[in-house]
Structure formats: C-alpha cells, structure tokens
C-alpha cells in the first residue's frame, strides 16, 4: 500500500475518532462533574451530608469502573439502542463510551475536589456563602488544576476505547489497524495508525499538562 | 457584643467543650489563651456556629445565633469577620479577587465591588497588589489579605484563630499592630484565639483562660492581675513555683518607677532581699510582680504596700 492510498483512510479514520472521543468527552464531562461533585458534597463532612446517597453512589461508580469496557459495550446494547435507535456508528459508540468513562472521571473528579483545603472551604461558610456559592465559586476553581489532570487522563482513556468501540462499526483508528493491519496483513498501514495513536495521545497530555500546571498557582 | 453561655460540644465521646460562659464587651479584644487540645478553635467555630454547640446559646451583635435557620444564619455570618492561621486564601483568585468574594457572596455590584476593594486594601496596607496572587505574598501579607477579606462586610466582629501562629515574631508584631489599629480606628470588636502569652500581652484588654475545655479564668487583664492566685499572673510574671516558705510575692500595676520597696525599707524597720520579679509593658499600662524575702517589722510593711493598692501574698 502506498502512501497516497493510506492517506485517505488514515484521515478519515482519524476524523472518526475525532468524532467519538469529541463526543464522549463532552457528555462524560457533563455527566461525570456532577456526579464527582455529588460525591464529595453527599460525604460525611460534606457540604450536604448525605451518607445513604453517597454509598449507593459510590457502588454505582464502583460498578462501572470495574466492568471491563468490551463487556460493558456488549452489555448496554440495548440501552444504546433506546438512546441512539441503532448500536451500528458513531453515535452509537459514543453511548458506551460516555457510559464507560463516567465513573472513571467522576472519581478523578472527586479526587480533585478532595486536594481543595477544608480550611478555604470553612472560611467561605464563615463568609456566609451558600452552597451551591462554594461549589462553583471556592471547590470548582480551586480544583480545576486538578480537574483539567483529570479530563486529560480521561481523554487518553477515551481514546483507547475508542479503538476498541470502533471494531463494532464505528469506525476510527483502532478499527482501521485492526481491519488492514490485523485482517489483510498491511502491517505498514498498522505501523503508521498505531504511530498516529500515540502521536495524538502524546499531543493531548503534554496540552494538559502545561495547562494544569499554568493553572496551579501555588 | 458575643455571649456565650452555657456551651458544651462533644465530638462522640471527647468533650471539646465542657459548659463554657464568655462575655466580650463591645469594642474590646479579647484573648483566649490555651495550650492545643483546651477547645479554643471549637470555642471559636462555634461563635459563627461553623460547629453546632451540642448544648447553650450564642449572641452575636444581640442576635442569638443558636436560634436562626440556615439562611439567615448565613446573613448574620456576613457581619462577623473570621481570619485563619494558614490565610485560608483562594489560590484561584488574585488579592483583589479575595476580597472581593464576600461582596459577591453579599451580591454587592462590581462597581462598588472594586471600590470598595480598593479601599480595603488601603487599609491594610496592600494598595496597589491586588493583582498579585497568593502565591507571591510573603506570611504576614497573606494574613492582611485575609483581613481585608474579614472585613469586606463591614462586620462588628472579628474573630481570629490563631491568625499570627504561623508568622515570624516581627511579621505577628506587625499584624498585631494592625489588629489594634483596626480595633481603634473603626471600633471593631476582637475575639482572637492563641496559645501565646506573647499576643495576649501585647494587644488583649480581656482575657480566658482555657483548659480541657473549660475556662479556668477570665476577666479584663488587669483585674486578674489583681486576683490572689491568678494563673494569667503566674504566666505573664514567672516566678519559681510554689513560692518558698515565708518570702512574700508584691503585685503591682501602674506607675513602676514609685520607689516603694525603698520607701517600706525607710520607714520601717525591716530588711528587704529580692528573690526575683519582672515589669511588663500591657495594653492597660505596665504591671510588674516582685518576689522578696522581709524580716522584721513585716506586719505594718505588708499592711502598708496593701494600702498603697499593691496585691501581697504571702506563702506559708
Ligand atoms: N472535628 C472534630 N472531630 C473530633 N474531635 C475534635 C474535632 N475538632 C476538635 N476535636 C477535639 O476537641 C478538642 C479540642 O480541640 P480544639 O478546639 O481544636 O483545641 P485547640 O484549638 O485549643 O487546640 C481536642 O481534643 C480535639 O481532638
Ligand atoms: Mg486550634
């Protein structure tokens, strides 16, 4: 295979991948803030102590962090369907993918809001801050070093799976060097994907890293 | 300006707070002195109820905090400053953002929000850094942002938790300085908690004395000084104890240069040795204990100093 002819399928595989993990991203950082947030706030010492809710929370994370993705993929098929009306493409993909990295991030969340000082937090309730004021205003900018660290983390994940969720038609990078590489032989073309995989990763955490580290103003 | 009666705090089976009484005069600052462990931080988190007392009241600025509802308890907290030992600063934010949260916490307008953050900057001494951030303070200017910050809302009050702890001995000079000319210049009442004599000396009026959670002693200084067997007295004047047999230990507040011991010696008959004894400098005027040993005419002598107004003890 020559150049001029992978070139094509690198760049649209590469979009694909662009698509699922754009995707993905932006609804696990919906979903997973929020629940990571709950996690922290719902805990004993918290700003809501809930304990009952925070325990069913904490098992339903624990649950999808320890299910590995190929099973977790197959499992909520049905699940996809009902959301996206196919399990075939893109969209579909995305599905189990927001579904796999929601309790990951929401943990990094957690772990993020966790390094914010109690005594930053007490200084605002002594301020007379609400609290939905020290969320946004004192635990969300405080942690977003650590919360950008995360996302990262979460992206290079996304990324991996993404390559595994593709195998099941959506397409991507992964597929690509599975489809060429592993089924027609092209190991040239499996050589240059898996290069680009780990040019684009290299990419996405030195980003974030220099920007969690020009946010840390310690 | 902050009552409290009756406060008991138990943290499941340790009793922080074991039925403690306060009174803090408007205006006046007021120490509570205590080694780590006696209760002062829960004494002081309970005064703005970041703790819930388990049992008696809170009044603040003649409002019983212990009875309101979460939201105006919120409203009341806007009127009592509090500042940290470690700063408690958002390192997310630049100085002038510090201080400017309360005011957007108070929802006061960005206008009068940078007005108003300017001049509080001003008055700690901070003009012209609020854009620096956290980060490139030194101690001590940490501690005035945090002042500034306590006092955004204009509070009555000021509540400090060993805010000078973690400063080196001229940087606490200085914000001692600065939290009396604070108390003197805009008649802001203090309540400051610490573990050092050294604070209580330089800038208290009142003081209590905390131990396992109860309070030992309290009361304006220098009526302490005053009182037969104070323990503040024992700890602002060391002096070896118990006092030997017989010596007789003279507490004196006031004029320190009255030659008095010269004046007994002449005119009675007695022979004075000093055994030890020290003069401070205090907020309400300088104050001094003298430990010496009299023979002879020891009874009108001693009568004599107690007239003059000098408390006398004599160990047996
Ligand atoms: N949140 C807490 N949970 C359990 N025990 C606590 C808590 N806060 C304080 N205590 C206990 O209460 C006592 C008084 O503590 P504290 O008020 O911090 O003393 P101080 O400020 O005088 O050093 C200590 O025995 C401490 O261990
Ligand atoms: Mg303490």
Partial sequence: ?218 | MIKVSGLRKLYGDTVALDGVDLHVREGEIHGVLGRSGAGKSTLLRCVNLLERPTEGTVTVAGQELTALPGRELNLARRRIGMIHQHFALLSSRTVAGNVAFPLEVMGVPRAERRRRVAELLDLVGLGGRGGDHPHQLSGGQKQRVGIARALAGDPAVLLSDEATSALDPATTRSILDLLKRLNAELGLTILLITHEMNVVKSVCDSVAIMAAGRVEESGRIADLIRTPGSRLTKEIFPLPDPAPPGSVTLTFTGDPQRPLVSEVARKFDVEISILGGSVEELPGGSAGRLRVAVSGETGPALAYLRERGLLVEVAS
């Fill in chain 1, 1 to 218: 295979m020559t150049w001029d002819e992978m070139a094509p399928l690198l760049w649209e595989a590469a979009g694909q991948t662009a698509q699922m993990v754009g995707w993905s991203t932006l609804f696990t950082v919906l979903f997973g803030l929020p629940l990571g947030v709950a996690l922290v706030v719902f805990d004993r010492g918290g700003l809501l102590p809930l304990p009952a809710l925070k325990a069913v929370l904490g098992v339903v994370v624990n649950v999808g962090r320890s299910l590995p993705f190929i099973v977790l993929m197959i499992a909520i098929i049905p699940f996809t369907r009902l959301v996206v009306g196919t399990t075939l493409g893109t969209a579909a993909v995305v599905v189990p993918l927001t579904v796999g990295a929601v309790p990951f991030f929401a943990r990094l969340v957690e772990a993020a809001l966790r390094e914010v000082g109690a005594d930053v937090v007490q200084a605002a309730q002594a301020m007379g801050a609400s609290r939905t004021t020290i969320v946004g205003k004192v635990l969300l900018p405080e942690a977003l070093p650590g919360l950008v660290a995360g996302l990262t983390v979460t992206v290079v994940a996304l990324i991996g799976y993404s390559a595994m969720a593709g195998t099941v038609g959506g397409g991507g990078l992964g597929d690509l060097a599975v489809r060429y590489g592993y089924q027609r032989f092209e190991t040239l073309l499996m050589i240059v994907t898996v290069v680009v995989l780990v040019v684009i990763v290299q990419l996405i955490q030195s980003l974030g890293d220099v920007v969690a580290r020009r946010l840390a103003r310690k």
